[in-house]
């Protein structure tokens, strides 16, 4: 993308953009988007429903985020100065919240008392259940029967919330199955239910909507950097899953040419392994949940099996912006390994005492791979999305420790 191709207006009416994203569901769904669609344009020029929305970021979720200068790590560096966007220190943790605040207010708006959602790691669904008791919803999440069982101690959360937690024993009993039984679900319940999607994915508005809630990230960063480094950032990084937390803190930095965006996947065991989850970096272009994007899959169009060490990012697809921010040259995409991510982890406990999640880490890996290359007075923000709690038990067992 060039500067003259600014300012940036995608995605189109129909949710395209560029030649990603779109709308592909069955015709049952057409009208609950087309309902969705319409609330939510309503609701960006209502001031109620803002005024709400941020209330709650405000006394529900602690915002604004700070922003942290990791001078220890930057020194040790010796090279750019590294800054976090703190999405940790959230109510419950991470970025996520950010997006079902505003999906239940929504919810709530087109008068529908129960949500759905699905999860793989189990971080989307407890962010789900959150905003459920909050707002007093019937909660129900799909699981694959092989995340509940690996991520028994989110079940446990969600449960203790309130939320009915459904497992799918078909498929090969992950994500992707459980994002099938969540559209039935919404195709059979569709007058009083309403589908909380976690990431900037599916069919049009999900994509802009997840997007636009999370860019309350971006805009706090646009006055607190000048605040806090006296400038800009020269890049932005965040890790890739589905890409919400990056689109969150890419979307204002968009139209400033001169701040460079880098979303990082998870490369796994390495690309060259095929055990990874890097769709930009090594996928193709294809459908999934409902919108047109790159895609982990086969010759004959079947899903790969992902792998990551952190379960949020191992997702087969990617959002269909980040499609386009790559095909554009807007941002660029790095994959980071499981060992790499660890590394960075364990220096960022020990030098900056934060915990971040897996997830984050990987962003953190390429900021400490990056700062070196550059001057001193160089700045790199990274989108510190969440804290590394959840993971203890999957970094002790990397640590061949059990907990
Ligand atoms: C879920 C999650 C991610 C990945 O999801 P995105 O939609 O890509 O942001 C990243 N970091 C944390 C902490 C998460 O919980």
Redesign the pocket.
């Known amino acids: 993308m060039k500067p003259n191709d600014l300012p940036y207006n995608y995605p189109d009416a129909s949710g395209h953009f560029g030649p990603y994203g779109g709308s592909f569901v069955s015709e049952t769904l057409v009208f609950a988007l087309d309902a969705l669609k319409e609330a939510y344009e309503k609701s960006k020029t209502d001031p109620e429903f803002q005024r709400e929305f941020h209330h709650e970021l405000k006394h529900f979720v602690g915002r604004p985020s700070p922003i942290y200068h990791a001078r220890r790590w930057s020194e040790q560096l010796g090279g750019a100065q590294i800054y976090f966007k703190r999405e940790d220190l959230n109510h419950t943790g991470?970025?996520?919240v950010n997006n079902t605040i505003g999906q239940a207010l929504l919810a709530k708006r087109m008068g529908k008392p129960r949500v759905i959602a699905e999860t793989g790691?189990g971080?989307?669904g407890v962010a789900t259940a959150t905003v459920a008791a909050r707002f007093g919803m019937q909660c129900v999440v799909y699981m694959g029967a092989t995340d509940v069982t690996r991520q028994a101690a989110n079940v446990y959360r969600m449960k203790l919330l309130g939320a009915e937690v459904v497992p799918v024993h078909s498929g090969s009993k992950t994500l992707k199955d459980a994002l099938n039984e969540a559209m039935r679900d919404w195709v059979t319940n569709v007058e009083d239910t309403f589908y909380i999607i976690?990431?900037?994915a599916g069919p049009h508005p999900y994509p802009s909507m997840v997007r636009d809630f999370n860019s309350v990230v971006g805009k706090e960063c646009l006055w607190q950097m000048p605040e806090i480094a006296g400038r800009q950032p020269d890049f932005v990084l965040a890790?890739?899953?589905?890409?919400?937390?990056?689109m969150g803190i890419f979307y204002d930095y968009i139209d400033k040419p001169g701040v460079s965006l880098v979303g990082v996947e998870a490369g796994g065991e390495g690309l060259a392994t095929g055990h990874h989850a890097a769709s930009l970096s090594a996928g193709t272009p294809g459908v999934l949940h409902g919108n047109r994007t790159y895609l982990l899959q086969d010759a004959n169009g079947q899903i790969i099996e992902t792998h990551s060490i952190s379960a949020?990012?191992d997702y087969p697809g990617v959002g269909p912006e980040h499609a386009w921010l790559k095909d554009s040259g807007r941002a660029c995409y790095v994959p980071v390994n499981d060992s790499e991510a660890l590394d960075a982890f364990h220096t960022c406990c020990r030098i900056e005492g934060i915990i971040p999640?897996l997830?984050?880490s990987h962003a953190l890996a390429y900021a400490a791979k990056l700062a070196p290359q550059l001057d001193k007075d160089q700045i790199i923000l990274v989108n510190l999305?969440?804290r590394g709690d959840k993971d203890m038990h999957t970094v002790a067992q990397a640590s061949g420790l059990t907990l």
């Open positions: 991470a970025h996520k790691a971080q989307h976690g990431t900037v890790c890739v899953g589905g890409g919400s937390n990056a949020g990012l999640a997830e984050t999305s969440g």
